[in-house]
């Protein structure tokens, strides 16, 4: 079969609950995994989801912030909950796809600090933190990566890291999202379970490519000065089921619009 991922900062699922269903019928995706839901679990839209077609639900919500979820048409089994940095801050949930044969797919949902403004973690306790928890989560990822099977992470990382991921390189060297020790924390969490950039895959390095474009910007087809901050990973046993992938550009022209896209990504397996 070939199936569908979807990863999105959706930015308040209650408030664009009807983005999502729109989501759903022109993408048709098997596995959504979400970030920033900005809903406390008891308050989660469980029925109007499953309404969509996703029964499976795994969700790690916080009241009015951050939050996120693995939504899924097919079983998901042994849902676990990770907190970093000593927070219980609704940023990273994992599960297990259960497939024919006994074939399990990890799925990880990660939100990943923004950072605030300021990029020094002595006058910025946000960058600090940022800093912190990409540390401590490739650190996990390390250990445990060393013997997992087939993985696949979706969500908003917070950093673009290639010259290409930013509307200017140079204009942004010293803006959060894309200053060289960000770029390097990413790329240590990316080592530490030998992950692939699924979507760079298909789309070459080479190419403009962004997820996310700030609300300030009236006209932000026009303005353009976007950022590539929403990423799907997958580990090495996937690598080559790897079957395409595309950013749902369109989603930013929606009515009151998340200011993230959807990004996706098709598994032959």
């Not at 024919?100 to 403004?117: C, T, V």
């Not at 997820?211 to 087809?221: E, G, I």
């Not at 580990?235 to 896209?261: F, I, Y």
């Amino acid at each position: 079969m070939t199936l569908r991922l979807v990863t999105w900062n959706i930015n308040s699922i209650r408030v664009r609950l009807d983005h999502l269903a729109r989501v759903v019928q022109e993408i048709n995706p098997h596995v959504l995994c979400l970030q920033e839901t900005k809903v406390t679990d008891g308050l989660f839209p469980r029925a109007e989801v499953e309404a969509l077609g996703f029964s499976h639900q795994h969700i790690y919500g916080i009241k009015g912030y951050n939050g996120v979820a693995i939504l899924s048409r097919l079983p998901l089994t042994e849902p676990a909950r990770h907190d970093w940095c000593g927070r219980q801050d609704g940023r990273h949930v994992s599960a297990y796809l259960e497939g024919g044969g006994g074939k399990r797919l990890e799925i990880h949902s990660l939100y990943i600090p923004a950072g605030g403004d300021v990029p020094d973690p002595e006058a910025n306790p946000k960058f600090a933190h940022k800093l912190e928890f990409l540390k401590q989560t490739m650190a996990w990822f390390r250990k445990h990566g060393r013997n997992s099977g087939p993985m696949i992470l979706g969500g908003d990382l917070n950093v673009a890291p290639l010259k290409t991921d930013v509307w200017s390189h140079k204009q942004l060297l010293g803006v959060v999202t894309h200053t060289p020790v960000e770029v390097a924390h990413l790329a240590r969490l990316q080592d530490s379970a030998s992950w692939t950039d699924a979507v760079r895959s298909f789309i070459p390095p080479e190419e403009r490519l962004y997820s996310w474009w700030s609300y300030r910007a009236r006209d932000w087809r026009k303005n353009n000065r976007g950022r590539r901050l929403d990423h799907i990973w997958v580990n090495e046993p996937l690598r080559g089921s790897l079957a395409g992938a595309q950013v749902m550009t369109s989603a930013r022209d929606w009515k009151r619009p998340s200011d993230h896209v959807p990004v996706v990504v098709d598994l032959k397996l």
